[in-house]
T-cell receptor
Framework: DGGITQSPKYLFRKEGQNVTLSCEQN?????MYWYRQDPGQGLRLIYY???????QKGDIAEGYSVSREKKESFPLTVTSAQKNPTAFYLC????????????FGSGTRLTVV | KNEVEQSPQNLTAQEGEFITINCSYS?????LHWLQQHPGGGIVSLFM?????KKHGRLIATINIQEKHSSLHITASHPRDSAVYIC???????????WGAGTKLIIKP
């Protein structure tokens, strides 16, 4: 079955450490997205990529980095520069074009202690 | 004003009640998503709509494109339906997702 794999579901890290969240898809979708959700808040766009080797900053890109070396993979690194990294992170993909929606991963809950 | 508004923000009901959650949007869209998030849990995609109505089990989603409005209904609600329900629309101009703030639903036994 095609889908998005985000791993792990729960992740704990010490303050000051970089951490990379995985997002892998086998849907052959061109576009991939990372969103962040804080408790009681809506989701906000961190980074997105519409083709391999290209990505764009979203609304809250500071303290994050991404790469898109393969169509299937769009890892998100939360760097030590991100002041409040504890949050829920959601990866999504989409086919370019008007008539298609998005497909969503189940998310990774990151806690920095 | 937000481009995607959900109502109510919070909803508490008794088990068995018929539940309606609303989503209004102000932009042109090519698709609308309803998603579910349990406390401390991940996100589950419930429906994607571009017109009409979809049903899955006790869940029904409708969309009225002319009125820019969608509803999510839950029939015979159960405590396990307690979750945050999120509406998100795919803009037809830049294909980006615009998220609603979510509706927190609590179903009491």
């Amino acid at each position: 079955d095609g889908g998005i794999t985000q791993s792990p579901k729960y992740l704990f890290r010490k303050e000051g450490q970089n951490v990379t969240l995985s997002c892998e898809q086998n849907l052959n979708h061109d576009a991939m997205y990372w969103y962040r959700q804080d408790p009681g808040q809506g989701l906000r766009l961190i980074y997105y990529s519409q083709i391999v080797n290209d990505f764009q900053k979203g609304d809250i890109a500071e303290g994050y980095s991404v790469s898109r070396e393969k169509k299937e993979s769009f890892p998100l690194t939360v760097t030590s520069a991100q002041k409040n990294p504890t949050a829920f992170y959601l990866c999504a993909t989409a086919v370019r074009g008007v008539n298609y929606g998005y497909t969503f991963g189940s998310g990774t809950r990151l806690t920095v202690v | 004003k937000n481009e995607v508004e959900q109502s109510p923000q919070n909803l508490t009901a008794q088990e068995g009640e018929f539940i309606t959650i609303n989503c209004s949007y102000s932009v042109g869209i090519s698709a609308l998503h309803w998603l579910q998030q349990h406390p401390g849990g991940g996100i589950v995609s419930l429906f994607m709509l571009s017109s009409g109505k979809k049903k899955h089990g006790r869940l029904i989603a409708t969309i009225n494109i002319q009125e820019k409005h969608s509803s999510l209904h839950i029939t015979a609600s159960h405590p396990r339906d307690s979750a945050v329900y999120i509406c998100a629309v795919k803009s037809d101009s830049n294909y980006q997702l615009i998220w609603g703030a979510g509706t927190k639903l609590i179903i009491k036994p």
